[in-house]
């Protein structure tokens, strides 16, 4: 009996879930949209497209993955501290809602690199008849071919920093929104200034690629390690 009913609490986690999922996919097509629409005006006003002249961007596609990974992780940080709560206070372990909470995680991201592949083919072929006098600028060469992979690389580090994160606001509270809001802002100006300078002798060094493959790999299990660690021994509070 204790058991159905510990199932039947995972059960509702994973109809919450897919709720969820239904708003991260409209929030995927709405960027996409937004993103088509955005370089069609330029492309007719703007003086003939994006720069280098007579040139065009897979804009819907890239503001279509940057918002759905961007509300993807502030709404799954912010629900880790009350579905822990909920489910836990039921009567589910701990470690059986983490993985559980991790896994929900991986299938929403499954879906939605999925659905961004499907609108990236879309946009390609809306390419060739919305901006077939306009060529594809320089720097998106290889960007279908490439856009696989790297949206795959950054799906596992994008849910360890939600486990992450989500743990912290467990632990801690509203505090670490200071912490998260400094890193907003510093992260992008580290990250412009300071990884060009990482990268190139990273890049010279034997197999600099595999390198760099590995600091990925091992910074996403060091996040989701300290998550796995915050939470094993949490106590259930409300409010």
């Known amino acids: ?11 509702q986690q994973g109809k919450r879930r897919l709720k969820n999922l239904i708003g991260y996919s409209v929030v995927i097509l709405g960027g996409f949209l937004a993103g088509i629409l955005m370089m069609w005006l330029i492309a007719r006003f ?5 720069h280098p002249p007579n040139s065009w961007i897979p804009l819907g596609t890239i503001l279509g993955l940057l918002v759905g990974a961007v ?13 822990f ?3 836990v206070s039921m009567g589910v372990t701990r470690r059986r809602w983490w993985l559980g909470y991790a896994l929900f995680g991986a299938l929403e991201l499954g879906v939605m690199y999925l ?4 609108l990236a083919g879309l946009e390609r072929v809306l390419g060739e008849v919305l901006f077939g006098d306009l060529t594809l600028a320089r720097e998106m060469a290889g960007f279908w071919e490439k856009l696989p992979v790297l949206a795959a690389a950054g799906a596992l ?5 939600e486990l992450c994160i989500g743990a912290l606001f467990l632990r801690f509270g509203n505090k670490v929104l200071w912490g998260v809001w400094f890193l907003a802002i510093l992260c992008p100006n580290l990250l412009h200034r300071d990884l060009g ?13 595999l390198w760099a493959i590995l600091a990925g790999v091992l910074f ?20």
């Open 71 to 83: 509300v993807h992780g502030f709404v799954d940080s912010l629900i880790f501290a009350p579905e």
């Open 220 to 239: 996403t299990l060091l996040l989701t390690l300290v998550s796995a660690a915050l939470v094993r021994k949490q106590r259930v509070t409300f409010g």
């Open 197 to 209: 300078r990482l990268a190139g002798p990273l890049g010279a060094l034997p197999g600099g690629a």
């Open 1 to 11: 009996m204790r058991s159905g009913y510990k199932r039947s609490i995972l059960w």
């Open 46 to 50: 703007g003086g003939g497209g994006v």
């Open 115 to 118: 659905e961004v592949l499907a």
């Open 85 to 87: 709560n909920l489910a």
């Open 157 to 161: 580090p994008l849910l360890a920093a």
